[in-house]
């Protein structure tokens, strides 16, 4: 098993930064991509960032929406991936969550996830 434990959400305005964190613990071994997803009320988990944690050069990918305002990085002696979002803006008003996938590509679907936190509100007021 692994866990994930989010954290570093708020409430902030348009245009504030907010930097996620997610803790990865447990048999992490096998673990090689760490994404970002978020879900707002009434819609489907879309994906956000994700980077290859354990097996590359800390390659990423990231969701158009959020290109050039969000940057995804780990911590690897720390166990930790940090999304670090600038200029928000109320559509980012989500539930964020990290996930963890055993695949050995940056990957975006969700199914392809095999471990979640249990999520971090993050609300951009106009």
């Known amino acids: 098993q692994v866990q994930l434990v989010e954290s570093g959400g708020g409430l902030v305005q348009a245009g504030d930064s907010l930097r996620l964190s997610c803790a990865v613990s447990?048999?992490?071994?096998?673990?090689?991509?760490i994404g970002w997803f978020r879900q707002a009320p009434g819609k489907e988990r879309e994906f956000v960032a994700a980077i290859g944690w354990t097996w590359s050069d800390n390659s990423t990918d990231y969701a158009d929406s959020v290109k050039g305002r969000f940057t995804i990085s780990s911590d690897n002696a720390k166990n930790t991936v940090n999304l670090q979002m600038n200029s928000l803006k109320p559509e980012d008003t989500a539930v964020y969550y990290c996930?963890?996938?055993?695949?050995?590509?940056?990957?975006?679907?969700?199914?392809?996830?095999?471990?979640w936190g249990q999520g971090t509100q993050v609300t951009v007021s106009s």
């Open positions: 447990g048999r992490t071994r096998g673990t090689f991509t």
């Open positions: 996930a963890a996938s055993q695949w050995k590509v940056v990957i975006q679907a969700p199914r392809n996830y095999d471990y």
